[in-house]
């Protein structure tokens, strides 16, 4: 099952702290909005999110379509195949993906211990 990039994203409490943390480990700034309480930070390969005062708990993340570079991918498995997939799997969702519809949409779930997944695809 291909999810496409992955990157962890944190609810933080303070956005301008946890930035410049992230930037003393070597992560730069590449996409989001500090004025808005989010931001995208990378560090070579690894990317993660850092959210102000939009949920609760941190989220693993998955995103069909994209490499760890936000580059888009020639093929990849849409969200909504991977909804069946996982349904088929025994898999409860949180929140399902309208399969009537194609391009950019979501699904979530959580793992046996509550951690929350997002699978978010943006094509």
Do not use: C
Not at 68 to 91: C, H, I, P, S, W
Not at 107 to 122: A, K, R, S, Y
């Amino acid at each position: 099952m291909d999810l496409g990039a992955f990157s962890v994203s944190l609810s933080v409490k303070d956005i301008h702290r946890s930035k410049e943390f992230y930037e003393k480990l070597g992560f730069e700034a590449t996409g989001g909005d500090v004025n808005q309480n989010w931001l995208i930070m990378k560090n070579d390969d690894k990317v993660i999110g850092l959210f102000q005062g939009m949920f609760e708990k941190n989220i693993l993340t998955f995103n069909p379509g994209w490499n760890n570079q936000a580059e888009e991918l020639e093929g990849f498995t849409d969200v909504r195949d991977l909804q069946k997939e996982l349904k088929q799997k025994g898999v409860e969702l949180t929140r399902e993906a309208d399969e009537a519809t194609e391009g950019p949409e979501h699904i979530t779930l959580e793992d046996p211990d509550g951690n929350p997944i997002l699978i978010d695809q943006h094509r």
